[in-house]
C-alpha cells in the first residue's frame, strides 16, 4: 500500500492571491484557514482514505457539515515536449442548509506559482476560435479521460465563472490543472517518477479557506 508522506514542518497559513496570481502570500495565526494534517481545536479535521482502483491517498477535510476531498495527479505534457501538467480534482459535500460559494485560491510549488491554464472540456469542429485560444484540451489528458480526475466542472483562466455553488445536500466536483513552472519538476528512479518537493493548493468556501498539503511522491502518475 502506497502510504502518504505528511511533512513535520508545522503549517498555519493563509494564501492571499494577487489579481495576477503571480505572489502567494503566507501568513500566520488566521483562523479562518484550515491546513490539512495540522489539526486545531474547533477547526477542520483532516482524514485520509486510499483509492480502492488505484491505492492513492484521497485527502480529506471536514468541518461543520463541509467535506472536501482532494486528489492530485500529473503527467508528461508530451512524449516530444519536455515538462508535466499536474491536475487537482476536489469533491465539496454540503451537509448544511445553506449554500456554499467555492472559489480557487492558489497553488504553491515549493515558491514556484502557477495559475490554472486554459482548459477545454473538448475540441469539436466548430472549435476554431478556442483553438486559437491555446486552449489545452481535457481530451487529450489521460488522467482525466482515464476518470482519474474529473471534467465535470473546472477553474480555467478563460473561464467566466469565478466561483462555485454547493447547494444544500448535494455535492460538487471541481477540477483545475496548472502546468509545472519547475525546469526539473519530477523525479524518476525505479520505483517510479513522481513531483519533486510540496504541492499546497487552497480553495476558498465561504469565508473559509481550505489548504491541501501533497507531498510529491503520493501523487499519481496518471499519464499514459
Avoid at 82 to 97: E, P
Avoid at 109 to 130: C, I, M, N, W, Y
Avoid at 186 to 195: A, K
Wanted: aromatic share 10%; hydrophobic share 35%.
Amino acid at each position: 500500500m502506497k502510504k502518504l508522506l505528511v511533512p513535520l514542518v508545522v503549517l498555519s497559513i493563509y494564501c492571499a492571491r494577487t489579481f495576477a496570481q503571480s505572489e502567494l502570500t503566507f501568513k500566520t495565526e488566521t483562523r479562518s484557514t484550515f491546513v490539512w494534517g495540522h489539526d486545531a481545536p474547533g477547526g477542520a479535521v483532516s482524514s485520509i482514505i486510499q483509492d480502492p482502483l488505484t491505492d492513492t491517498p484521497i485527502l480529506k477535510l471536514t468541518y461543520a457539515g463541509i467535506q472536501l476531498s482532494s486528489r492530485m495527479g500529473f503527467e508528461r505534457v508530451s512524449p516530444a515536449e519536455a515538462g508535466h501538467f499536474l491536475g487537482s480534482t476536489t469533491t465539496v459535500v454540503n451537509n448544511t442548509s445553506s449554500s456554499l460559494s467555492v472559489r480557487y485560491g492558489g497553488i504553491s510549488l515549493e515558491g514556484h506559482f502557477a495559475g490554472p491554464l486554459s482548459v477545454a472540456s473538448a475540441v469539436t469542429q466548430s472549435s476554431k476560435r478556442e483553438k486559437r485560444m491555446d486552449r489545452l484540451s481535457l481530451d487529450k489528458l489521460h488522467c482525466f479521460t482515464s476518470g482519474y480526475l474529473s471534467a465535470d466542472n473546472l477553474f480555467s483562466a478563460n473561464s467566466s465563472f469565478e466561483q462555485f455553488t454547493v447547494y444544500p445536500g448535494t455535492a460538487t466536483t471541481i477540477s483545475f490543472v496548472i502546468r509545472d513552472p519547475r525546469s526539473y519538476g519530477v523525479r524518476c528512479s525505479i520505483q517510479g517518477c513522481y513531483p519533486t518537493g510540496t504541492i499546497r493548493y487552497f480553495l476558498t468556501v465561504n469565508s473559509h479557506d481550505y489548504v491541501f498539503v501533497w507531498p510529491g511522491q503520493s501523487v499519481l502518475n496518471c499519464g499514459k
